[in-house]
């Protein structure tokens, strides 16, 4: 059997394991500072999850080792921490480059004509398809300054869970749909704004794209840099807040608060 059909059966080839020292390694990170032992635990296993579920594989010269597959599928699992892996459901490729990769795509301009565009892009999702990460990039995630690569296309996935990227995913019991879009419009507009004056705003700019690159953007955010994300926009923190089924904040000042007595 050729080797090209062997891999299109899936033959020949096994999910990368967990690499131990990767994993510590990534546990280091700020972004996971003040995880308790159990959810340490749940994160390893829904770790080890996607490794067994998701395909990865290298472009552009990138070779993916057990090391960088686990050290995607530790940033991966923080966010559905509590919400569980169900949440990752329907696709199966992670597709990672050595570093930014060029995207060709179309844009329509105010008039209604199509133009071809090329962009250097750092991180790209697809709905019920693959998703394609710098590993540079993802390198360069987890040191609590506000961006993961990781965190913001996962997002995008679980955006598109009831469709298409809009800045909505599917919320749950509870939250209520109108309170979502007022307070994340709010936000949004106001942001935008700002962008668009030119102000020097503590949250990247690239979040005023759109509503699902701000919905992306602010969940890195969330997780990485929640102070920030609570300083500028409490009401869009609360509904992240009920939407993750958790609160980075209030683990992260508890965990440098306890390093500090320390």
Known sequence: MSGLFARLLGLGSSPPLLDEEAWHAAMQRPLFDGLSPEETARLRELANRLLA????????????????????????????LNLGYDW??????????????????????????????????????WEGGPMVLSWQDVDGSGLGEGYNVVIHEFAHKLDMK???????????SGMKPEEWAHDFQTAYDDFSDRVERGEDTAIDPYAAESPAEFFAVLSEYFFEAPAVLHQAYPAVYRQLQRFYLQDPLARLQKAAAASHHG
Not at 65 to 75: N, S
Not at 162 to 167: D, E, F, S, T, V
Request: aromatic share 10%; hydrophobic share 40%; glycine share 14%.
């Open 162 to 172: 009831n469709g298409y990227a809009n800045g909505r995913p599917p919320l749950h």
């Open 88 to 125: 990752y459901a329907g696709w199966v490729e992670i597709v990672v480059y050595p570093g930014e990769f060029i995207h060709d795509g179309e844009e329509t301009d105010e008039a209604g004509v199509v133009h071809p565009v090329r962009h250097e892009r750092s991180g790209e999702s």
């Open 53 to 80: 579920d998701k395909s990865f594989s290298g472009a552009g010269g990138a070779e993916v080792d057990a090391g960088m597959a686990t050290v995607i599928a530790a940033y991966a699992a923080l966010p559905v």
